[in-house]
């Protein structure tokens, strides 16, 4: 019986990897990424669709959150993930320290991400303490918010809102 020569593909055939011009990531990284190149109306345009909206996005669709604290919540997320801060907490389990001598040099920070860490820790010091740790679950890490935890989320996000100047202060 003749092997069949039209098998399905692997990860590491090259007709199998989807990579974008922009993505700078490992081969396999598609599997993990919320976001896909689709054919736009104008000929040989791609647009980047993010096909995992953030959860302030799904809970403003929900009609939970109003659009200003769906945008103070994005403004916290933005400074949070240019700043690194969650690739510094799960670079101490690698198995690979890197070439660096300096086994603290990988926690150094550039100065663009240390200007978005000094806005983030800025912001959530105009938080409220038992709200501040409900917003940084949701904006920051994307976690859904329990019932019980909404009128926090909605409280911390609108004086995070204030503190940003979307809505003005009374």
Known sequence: MAKNPRRSPVSRDKRFKQRAASDYGTDERW??????????????????RVSEPHILDELMGRKLLDEQARDAGLRLYHD?????????VTASYASVRGAKADAEARLLRNEMEEAAYQRWRNALRAIASPTRDVVIHVACLGHVPRVEQLNHLKEGLVQLARYYRIIPRH
Do not use: K, N, P
């Open 31 to 48: 599997q993990h990424s919320g976001r896909t190149l689709e054919f736009t109306e104008t000929a040989g345009i791609f647009a980047v």
């Open 80 to 88: 949070y993930h240019v700043s690194g801060i969650e690739a510094r």
